[in-house]
C-alpha cells in the first residue's frame, strides 16, 4: 500500500506543478497583449496606413504593413505573419 501512495502523491506533485505553470503563462497575458516595441513605431514614422515597412526586433527581421496602433495615435509596423494568440485568447 505505501508504494501506491508514493505513486499518488508524485501524480498529484507533478499535476500542481503544471497548474501553477498554466496559471502563470496565462497571468501573463491577463491585461491584454504585450505591448507594441518602439521599433514598430519608428519602422512607420515616415509612412502611410497600408505601406510595407520592416524592422529588426530582438534576432528577428519583421516584415510588415503600417497600420494604426490599438491607442489610434500613430502607426505602427503590423507582422504580416502574426503569432497564434495564447489558448483561450490569454484569458
Not at 6 to 25: D, E, N, Q, S, Y
Not at 58 to 82: F, V, W, Y
Request: aromatic share 6%; hydrophobic share 35%.
Amino acid at each position: 500500500m505505501k508504494h501506491t501512495s508514493i505513486h499518488w502523491t508524485k501524480l498529484f506533485a507533478g499535476t500542481g506543478l503544471a497548474l501553477a505553470f498554466t496559471t502563470l503563462v496565462a497571468s501573463a497575458f491577463a491585461d491584454g497583449p504585450p505591448p507594441i516595441p518602439a521599433e514598430a513605431y519608428a519602422a512607420c514614422e515616415s509612412k502611410s496606413a497600408g505601406e510595407a515597412c520592416s524592422l529588426q526586433f530582438r534576432d528577428l527581421k519583421i516584415e510588415g504593413t503600417c497600420a494604426q496602433a490599438p491607442s489610434g495615435d500613430r502607426l505602427a509596423c503590423r507582422p504580416n505573419h502574426m503569432p497564434s494568440p495564447p489558448p483561450g485568447g490569454g484569458r
